[in-house]
């Protein structure tokens, strides 16, 4: 039963964390930027001064570690194209 438990908790937490992405990117398109860009620059660096402030997008990208969103990144790329 916690595999169940464990497996619900992991979707639920790579949901938030894709709603988030999410919000950072649509916050750094808003204000001009290149969102892809700008969130490379982030990973590689871990410099949050590569997100903007607009909408919080900042302080939400620094509530989740950046091995965590690469992890949720390529899961969920993996899962796409072995649907292929």
Same mark, same amino acid.
């Given at each position: 039963?916690?595999e =169940? %438990?464990?497996?619900k &908790?992991?979707?639920?937490?790579? !949901?938030? %964390?894709? $709603?988030? #992405? #999410? +919000? %950072?990117?649509? &916050? #750094?398109? @808003? !204000?001009g930027?290149? *969102?892809?860009?700008?969130? %490379?620059?982030?990973?590689? +660096?871990?410099? *949050?001064?590569?997100? =903007? +402030?607009?909408k919080? &997008?900042? =302080?939400?990208?620094k509530?989740?570690?950046?091995? $965590? /969103?690469? @992890?949720?990144?390529? +899961?969920?790329?993996? &899962? /796409?194209?072995? @649907? $292929?």
């Amino acid at each position: 039963m916690e595999e =169940t %438990v464990t497996f619900k &908790a992991n979707m639920l937490r790579n !949901k938030e %964390v894709q $709603e988030i #992405l #999410l +919000s %950072v990117y649509g &916050a #750094l398109e @808003e !204000k001009g930027y290149n *969102p892809l860009n700008q969130l %490379v620059g982030y990973f590689i +660096s871990g410099d *949050p001064t590569y997100i =903007t +402030s607009h909408k919080d &997008a900042r =302080t939400l990208i620094k509530q989740i570690d950046r091995d $965590e /969103i690469l @992890e949720v990144l390529l +899961s969920s790329y993996i &899962a /796409i194209h072995r @649907e $292929e």
